[in-house]
């Protein structure tokens, strides 16, 4: 009921299609996401989210849209491109803050990075449950400290929806699954790679559970629900099982994260969705390779650049063909990995395409060299490993914690095992420095190794210091 009345009450927002001219909404959301990227700023921008402005269903964009619309057309402001001014949006006719959600936030210090993901989660509507929940929202944010913290409110976008519909097995009720519990899943997609970007997996992953649940409660509960309706939430569920099963992978929960990406892999079957399948096999082959498994690497990130074949995204079949490059190397096959990095250099260099699958936004040129740096690594080349692992730490934005504190540590590694122990020691500490921010089991790992292959060289410059934190800092084994 809610999402229909808040329809009813849409005006469209006919300043912001004019905007847009003569290209396609997934066009014009690809220049959005370029745009967003020039100012050093990440919004899952696709043709749904364009749609939904245009339609006037979002009266007033969330801070990091309102940045990158500001970069795109200077000197207009959100009334000029068709918005409500903010503060008529957020002024009244809110409800009570719930108890139950006040309780949860913390009394700790606010955290600025962590106030930076609350400001960009959902958009703003007219609609008084949406800016309750986002008023909520921000204050458990900003009042939390930790990811922990922040990850408390996974559970609102679908807490409600959950609570009304029955457990698994209690068989029909005839609810009609609508746009609101889809948008639900979909939120809750982007929130939990928004606090996996600041902050890692670990403390994630636990409370990421209840939406993933959530979602597969609709998809069981949902056999009234319109046939695009049913699509688009069969495709959130699969994204959602990705993104827990990552949490999964990266806090070093293996088993748990290859559930997941086979859950997922088995939705986007049943859905006959490609994109979500090809997403699967990159998930699948990365674990794979993360877990000594380098064959079943190769062969699922085959199957995933078949399916990508004809989704018209370059850059998905760059990540792909990466991926099986890790594998490659995994066996020692110089030649297999080589051939596969030359393919995805090739992709990769035909650039970002409106048809670029909204959860790949990670993959810029950092991620680009992260990744060949790993396979250089595999293979034992470590000069070359430092090489890249070096221009993926200094390419970095420095605002996105989690992918920095990982490509410092992969340049700490390889410098310790190429014998430059000095310099292994100073990128370590610069790793030690971003992890009380940063909750990641996989990161930890690599500076527990980068300290185990320093731990002979007590005798060089800062290894002694670094030695010692490692001590204090780190998880004992």
């Not at 690599?446 to 490692?470: D, I, K, N, Y």
């Amino acid at each position: 009921m809610a999402s229909s009345s808040r329809a009813s009450r849409a005006v469209p927002n006919l300043a912001f299609r004019r905007l847009r001219g003569q290209r396609s909404p997934g066009e014009f959301a690809a220049v959005v996401r370029k745009a967003a990227r020039e100012i050093g700023e990440q919004v899952s921008c696709d043709a749904r989210y364009i749609g939904r402005v245009e339609a006037g269903e979002i009266r007033c964009p969330n801070y990091a849209y309102e940045r990158v619309f500001r970069h795109m057309f200077p000197g207009l402001d959100l009334t000029d491109l068709g918005f409500t001014a903010r503060e008529r949006v957020r002024g009244g006719g809110r409800a009570p803050a719930r108890p139950d959600a006040a309780r949860s936030t913390a009394v700790t210090a606010a955290d600025p990075a962590v106030e930076a993901a609350a400001q960009g989660t959902a958009d703003s509507t007219d609609d008084s449950k949406n800016d309750e929940e986002s008023d909520v929202l921000r204050r458990a944010f900003m009042t939390g400290g930790s990811a922990t913290v922040a990850a408390a409110s996974f559970g609102l976008g679908l807490g409600a929806v959950l609570s009304a519909l029955p457990e698994p097995g209690a068989g029909p009720t005839g609810r009609r699954i609508g746009d609101s519990e889809v948008l639900a899943v979909e939120d809750a997609v982007r929130r939990i790679r928004l606090l996996d970007d600041r902050h890692g997996a670990d403390g994630l992953y636990q409370r990421a559970a209840q939406p993933l649940r959530a979602a597969y409660v609709l998809l069981d509960a949902g056999l009234t629900a319109r046939s695009s309706t049913m699509d688009r939430l069969q495709s959130g569920a699969g994204e959602l099982a990705l993104s827990v099963g990552w949490l999964a992978h990266d806090s070093g929960r293996v088993a748990d994260a290859r559930s997941h990406y086979a859950e997922a892999l088995a939705t986007a079957r049943m859905a006959g969705d490609a994109a979500l399948e090809a997403h699967a096999f990159s998930n699948a082959s990365f674990l794979a390779r993360d877990a000594g498994r380098h064959r079943e690497a190769v062969r699922c990130a085959q199957a995933g650049q078949r399916a990508a074949d004809d989704l018209g995204s370059p850059r998905l079949l760059s990540l792909l063909a990466l991926r099986e490059a890790g594998g490659w190397a995994g066996l020692g096959d110089r030649a297999g990995c080589e051939q596969c990095l030359g393919r995805a250099h090739t992709h990769f260099a035909r650039g970002a395409a409106a048809a670029d699958p909204e959860w790949m936004s990670f993959f810029g040129e950092p991620e680009l060299e992260f990744l060949q740096a790993q396979c250089w690594a595999r293979l034992g080349a470590w000069a070359r490993a430092v090489h890249h692992a070096r221009r993926a730490a200094e390419l970095q934005d420095h605002r996105f914690t989690r992918n920095l504190a990982l490509y410092r540590a992969e340049l700490a590694t390889s410098l310790a095992h190429g014998g430059a122990h000095d310099e292994a020691a100073e990128a370590g500490h610069g790793v030690l420095d971003l992890l009380d921010g940063v909750h990641s089991a996989r990161i930890q790992s690599m500076v527990a190794t980068t300290a185990t292959v320093l731990a002979p060289h007590r005798g060089a410059e800062g290894v002694p210091t670094f030695l010692s934190r490692c001590e204090t800092l780190l998880p004992r084994a």
